[in-house]
């Protein structure tokens, strides 16, 4: 197998984490491969992976992760999508759909808490997605940043009962999603896998 476990709430690469003790699996690639790709499909079963769709031309899956319970229970999972654009130049695009509590989302985000929160839903949406038939209104994240740099832009709501996090870097990003973006759910999409571009750099998250 070529994903390699490690903790959720940071980069640390072995259970149990220094700092977090005992916790859900990350589940991650040394390097983004339609091989890699295809195991994570498999540990993730039953469990939605969003990407943009299409994928714009130029642009590669750059990275992808999934967190699985002790009992082998998807939790989460993670894609990224990295190109350019001609306002912010090199962008990456990094999609978390989680359960509760789990925290993935969190750590993308710089986020002080696991969850957005309840309160999103008190104010005007920042942003909408399509997945499927459904519109997924997507609010705006505060985060921290530990260097005084706020290089990124986060929105999250709910999709299927579960938290939808996109994590857009550098933050001028986000307004790419003011183009009606589609996320496409592509645990069943089957054969149309082997035409998707990988490699280039892995971000740090």
Avoid at 112 to 133: F, H, L, M
Avoid at 192 to 204: D, M, T
């Amino acid at each position: 197998m070529s994903l390699a476990a490690g903790c959720v709430r940071c980069s640390a690469p072995v259970l149990p984490c220094p700092d977090h003790g005992e916790g859900p699996a990350l589940w991650r690639p040394p390097e983004a491969t339609y091989d890699a790709f295809a195991e994570h499909l498999a540990a993730s079963r039953q469990f939605p992976t969003y990407l943009p769709w299409p994928i714009s031309p130029g642009w590669t899956v750059t990275d992808f992760a999934a967190v699985a319970d002790q009992a082998g229970r998807p939790r989460a999972t993670l894609t990224c999508t990295s190109g350019t654009s001609p306002l912010d130049g090199p962008v990456d695009v990094v999609v978390v759909a989680e359960e509760a509590g789990t925290g993935l989302g969190a750590r993308c985000a710089r986020s002080r808490y696991d969850d957005p929160g309840a309160e999103i839903g008190e104010r005007p949406p920042a942003a909408k997605v399509r997945i499927g038939s459904q519109s997924v209104s997507l609010w705006d994240v505060s985060t921290h940043s530990f260097d005084g740099e706020f290089d990124r832009s986060v929105v999250a709501g709910e999709a299927g009962g579960r938290w939808l996090w996109i994590v857009l870097r550098p933050a001028s990003a986000l307004l790419l999603l003011r183009d009606d973006w589609i996320l496409r759910d592509v645990s069943h999409v089957g054969p149309q896998l082997v035409e998707l571009p990988f490699g280039a750099h892995r971000p740090a998250w």
